[in-house]
């Protein structure tokens, strides 16, 4: 049985959610989204840009990603672009790559998406995924940087077809995040 919503949990929750979670509290649409996600994560570092940072975690959470990483930077940032979604999928702040290594040790297999520097990587299309991925994206600029690639199993690129060397790093994100959902 549906609650009647309070005036907060439905002002929360009545905007960009499935219909049948309109009626819930924010703390039960957090608990359906967990029990109804994959075992996988994506992470973030050197994203400059609030319109990145959300975009992926909207991203994430539209394909059931169990939870989000966002590595160094600042901490606050803005969250209007994510359209709510952060408050029900995981958003974990990592101040450092050290830190995030530690939390998803055992839990996750570190997957890079990166085009600068990577000699080698593996097409993105043609890669069988874990089960369990963390898919580490940089931004276009700065990339990965060369401490977090040492501690990464497979680098994956998506190769390019027309002229431009790199896309939008959310937009990477998202192919790569499909690919994954597809794969499962």
């Not at 994959?38 to 319109?51: L, P, W």
């Not at 990587?121 to 990965?144: A, D, L, R, S």
């Not at 690639?149 to 990477?172: F, Y």
Request: hydrophobic fraction near 40%; include cysteine.
């Amino acid at each position: 049985m549906l609650k009647s919503p309070t005036t907060e949990s439905f002002i929360i929750n009545s905007f960009n959610v499935h219909d049948s979670l309109k009626n819930l509290s924010k703390k039960e649409i957090q608990d359906f989204y967990l029990n109804n996600s994959n075992h996988a994560a994506v992470a973030m570092t050197h994203i400059e840009h609030d319109f990145n940072l959300s975009n992926i975690i909207r991203t994430a959470n539209f394909l059931g990603f169990g939870e989000v990483f966002y590595i160094g930077g600042k901490k606050n940032w803005d969250r209007r672009g994510a359209v709510g979604t952060h408050n029900y999928i995981p958003v974990n702040y990592c101040p450092s790559y050290e830190e995030f290594f530690k939390v998803v040790a055992g839990k996750y297999i570190p997957i890079a998406l990166e085009n600068n520097i990577v000699k080698n990587p593996i097409n993105i299309f043609e890669y069988m995924w874990p089960i369990n991925p963390v898919i580490i994206c940089g931004e276009e600029q700065n990339g990965i940087p060369l401490e977090m690639l040492e501690h990464i199993v497979t680098c994956l690129e998506i190769p390019a077809k027309g002229t431009v060397r790199s896309m939008n790093v959310a937009t990477a994100a998202g192919i790569a995040m499909s690919l994954y959902s597809k794969s499962i």
